[in-house]
Structures are given as structure tokens and as C-alpha cells.
């Protein structure tokens, strides 16, 4: 295994694909927490107005009970389904939502990171040595993280109560609703500060997540040139492939100058191989065009196929330059072209003609 002193490369994309494929992921329980706590503290809020009052008026019918109902056994039951029914589906919702939350947080922040890897058997999973290696370090963060929050949470509490105490002390002068609307509104505050908090302190751990993932990622340089070479092949075998295919495709071209109506020359550097069937063709075709060497083998090839050779030096390295091999010759050399064909014509008797 290298030194991570030597593992100074970004991760590339298919190794990060590949952690993913292990499940890893960028993850921050911090995050998470804190979307889960803003989720309870909007629902409280929300609902707190509506719960105190139906809160009371279910605690007169309980009192008034023993008044109204004949109470036996049964009717016990009755009542207790009937009390935890209320209470259990407001705390119900409330916890869905609340889990809800924390899944689309983490879900936001590992990009839907689901694998499979992590469900299958691992038996290396079972063996406590790695934990307990881990539980000094992960004691010592979880005792910083208090340390700092812990004080920053009662920093909250102090300032709140200290810029509502005119209005703690006049509670005892209060009406029973207005004094819980009083206690409400100022818990509410503190609990919409310490939401604020806990979401600064999350992003703060993501951060430093994302870091940690980044470096754990890294690569050495031998690591990133065996992918390289993993993904695009042997260097070597690729340019013995590339030479083969072009090979190929040269002798491909220079078999086809034999079928051409006239080659034209500069006279050795250029030679450009035109061909033209004024019944199946809009404009002459450039089926082959070399240079220096590959230029003489088309003259050569066009001796021996008895092919006319037409020298024009401006127009041969036009044509080399401006076509490609296998596309019809541009607009605007028609003109020049359609000289040396007609040239060409006249002196072969019209035997070119149409091939």
C-alpha cells in the first residue's frame, strides 16, 4: 500500500464511481440532524397554536367523565383507545415527517446514494478490533463538538430569556392562555435560533466531510497511469492499431486512382486523383490525394493504369489542401477542374468518358 504522502492526485471519475459502487459516500450526520430538528421545530411551531386548545378541551371531557359514564372496565378501555388514539396520530405524522426528512437530506447529499454492497455479508464487519481502534478518536470528536455546542446552545437560551425577561416576570399575572401563548412565542424563538445554529454547524461538518472523502480518495501518479492506460489501452497497441488502419485505408485509396479520370500533379510534391461520371455524378470526386512519397506512388499507380496525368501546380496543391478524400470538389473550383477534364477528353478521343 502507498504512503498517502505519495496520493497527491484528485480522485478521477471512475474512482469515485467506484467508491460509490462500495458505498461511499459524502455524508454528514450533523446535516442530517439538523434538517430532521428544523422539520420538528416548523411542525411544533405550526401546530402549537391548534394543540394547546384542543389539548385542554380533551383534558375538561376527561374530568367530566365520571359524570357522564357509567365506569366499568369496558368503558376504561374505550376511553384509554380512545385518548392514545388522539395523541398517537398528531406524534405519528409528526415522526414520518420528521424521518422523511432526514431520508431526502441524506439522500440530497450522498446525490441518491443507494449500493447494495453494504447489505451483503462481511464478516470483518464482526470483528470489534477496528471499532474500539476507532473509539478514542471518534470519543474525542464527539466531546469537541459538545464542548463547542453546548455553550453556543446555552449562549441562545441566555440571550432569549435575557430579551424576554420583562415578559417572564409578569407570567404569574397572566391568564393560564395567555401566560402558555407568552411561553410558547419565547420557545419558539430559541428553538428557530438553535435551528439556525445546528444548520451552520451542519453545512460547517459537511465541509469538512467532503474533505476528508476528497483525500481519502486521492490517487498516486502510478495509480491514475494504470487507469489511463486501463481505459484507453496500451499506448503502443493503439498506434500500431492507428498505423494499420491508415495503411488500410491508403492502399484502399491508391487502389481506386486506377478508376480515376485524370490525375493532376505539382509534378512530384502534390497529386490529387479526380473522378467523374457526368451521368451518375453532380461534380468531380476526389477519390485519392498524397504527398511527397505518397504522391509519386500515385503517379506511379496511374502510369501503369494508363490514367491521364495533367500537371498543374497551383490547382494540384489547391486541391490537396481544400478536399477530402472521398467528398466532390468545392464550388468554386469547377471551373478549373472542368478545364483539365475537358483537356483531358480531348486529347484521350473521349475514351474517359464515362467511367
Known amino acids: 500500500m502507498s504512503n498517502q504522502s505519495q496520493r497527491t492526485e484528485k480522485a478521477t471519475p471512475q474512482r469515485v464511481r467506484k467508491a460509490r459502487g462500495e458505498g461511499k459516500y459524502v455524508t454528514s450526520k450533523e446535516l442530517v440532524a439538523a434538517s430532521q430538528f428544523l422539520v420538528f421545530t416548523s411542525l411544533a411551531v405550526a401546530l402549537a397554536a391548534s ?44 415522526g414520518m415527517l420528521v424521518v422523511l426528512a432526514g431520508l431526502a437530506t441524506q439522500f440530497a447529499v450522498t446525490g441518491i446514494g443507494i449500493s447494495g454492497a453494504k447489505l451483503q455479508l462481511d464478516l ?30 446555552a449562549a441562545i437560551l441566555y440571550a ?32 428557530w435560533r438553535a435551528c439556525f445554529l445546528l444548520a451552520l454547524w451542519g ?24 487507469e489511463w492506460k486501463q481505459n484507453e489501452g496500451n499506448p503502443e497497441v493503439r498506434w500500431r492499431m492507428r498505423r494499420l488502419r491508415r495503411d488500410l485505408l ?6 481506386e486512382v486506377r478508376g480515376a479520370a485524370a490525375v493532376i500533379v505539382n509534378p512530384t510534391h502534390f497529386a490529387v486523383a479526380l473522378k467523374y461520371d457526368a451521368g451518375s455524378m453532380a461534380a468531380p470526386k476526389v477519390i485519392a490525394k498524397g504527398k511527397n512519397y505518397l504522391a509519386l506512388r500515385i503517379k506511379s499507380i496511374a502510369i501503369e493504369g494508363k490514367v491521364p496525368i495533367v500537371e498543374n501546380k497551383p490547382l494540384a496543391q489547391t486541391l490537396y489542401k481544400n478536399c477530402e478524400v472521398g467528398h466532390e470538389i468545392p464550388v468554386q473550383f469547377y471551373r478549373a477542374v472542368a478545364e483539365v477534364l475537358a483537356y483531358v477528353y480531348r486529347i484521350m478521343g473521349g475514351a474517359q468518358r464515362g467511367e
Request: net charge positive.
Open 203 to 226: 453545512l460547517l461538518d459537511m465541509y469538512r466531510q467532503r474533505r476528508r472523502y476528497e483525500k481519502q480518495l486521492r490517487m498516486t501518479k502510478q495509480e491514475v497511469r494504470e
Open 250 to 255: 491508403r492502399r484502399k485509396m491508391l487502389a
Open 124 to 153: 470483518a464487519r464482526l470483528n470489534p478490533a477496528p471499532r474500539l481502534r476507532e473509539l478514542p478518536g471518534q470519543n474525542l470528536r464527539s466531546a469537541i463538538e459538545a464542548a463547542v455546542l453546548l455553550p453556543l446552545m
Open 51 to 94: 394543540w394547546w386548545p384542543q389539548s385542554l378541551s380533551g383534558f375538561r371531557r376527561f374530568l367530566n367523565l365520571p359524570f357522564t359514564v357509567e365506569f366499568d372496565q369496558a368503558a376504561a378501555v374505550s376511553i384509554a383507545r380512545g385518548f392514545l388514539i388522539t395523541a398517537a396520530v398528531p406524534i405519528l405524522g409528526v
Open 160 to 191: 432569549v430569556v435575557a430579551s424576554n425577561s420583562h415578559a417572564l416576570l409578569q407570567l404569574p399575572a397572566l391568564d393560564l392562555h395567555r401566560g402558555t401563548a407568552e411561553i410558547g412565542r419565547i420557545l419558539s424563538t430559541w428553538l
